[in-house]
């Protein structure tokens, strides 16, 4: 039995703020901005190469925007991170510093404008089909 995680909902204070962001500084691509009824926003961005998208809106339950900045640690798989550290960072993006965990393992770090934080994470042994 297969399963895809096609969508993950991140809580956000200010959808077009968020949307900035991820689609301005992290390259994100727009999928869908729609409004389907009165007081709903769906806004769905997919990072590039990726098959699994984020959710940002207003209206339903999951975008309860009581809870901004609860998303933590939300994974990010880079083939280089240096090299995407450097784009984040030419595109006035705050990361940390790269951390090498050993094993072939680094991360470093970012947060959206609410706090809601990412992980880039480089897994060496990750390359070609497993990547």
């Known amino acids: 039995m297969n399963m895809k995680l096609e969508l993950i909902p ?18 994100f691509v727009e999928d869908v ?6 007081g709903v926003r769906v806004v769905q ?12 809106g207003t209206g339903m339950p999951a975008y309860d925007d009581r809870f901004p900045g609860t998303v933590k640690a939300l994974h990010l798989v880079v083939a280089d991170i240096e090299k995407t550290r450097d784009h984040l960072l030419g595109r006035g993006t705050d990361v940390s510093e790269i951390v090498d965990v050993g094993g072939g393992v680094k991360f470093a770090s970012l947060s ?4 809601n934080t990412l992980t880039l994470q480089e897994m060496a042994w990750r390359t070609g089909e497993k990547y």
């Open 10 to 27: 991140i809580p956000v204070s200010d959808v077009d703020r968020a949307k900035a962001f991820y689609v301005g500084k992290l390259g």
């Open 45 to 56: 961005l997919t990072p590039p190469g990726s098959a699994c998208s984020i959710g940002l």
């Open 112 to 115: 959206d404008p609410d706090g």
């Open 33 to 38: 901005d729609v409004r389907p009824a009165e």
